[in-house]
């Protein structure tokens, strides 16, 4: 689990861009994990949030806990503390 955040931290960090989301409705996985967040060139803490897709429609979310968050650029690594459940601060500035 933690292997896979990872690589998709580093895979958000090298494409830069969203990535369009083929909806299908009707059709959900609940295995599946979305990560919100953004990357700026602002200095300050970045937040990134983890939760699991229940459907479409749930207004509550599934936020998922003890997750591994590191974000790469180079040959810089910047690490993330859970600071609520499902909510992920970077510890330093960058």
Known sequence: MRRLLLAVGMAISASACVHEFPFRQG??????????????????????QISRLSSYEATVRNMLKGAYVAVSSGDSTYYYNETEDGIYTSETKF
């Open 27 to 48: 059709e959900v996985d609940e295995n599946t994990i979305v990560i919100e967040g953004y990357i700026t060139n602002e200095y300050m803490h970045h937040t990134v």
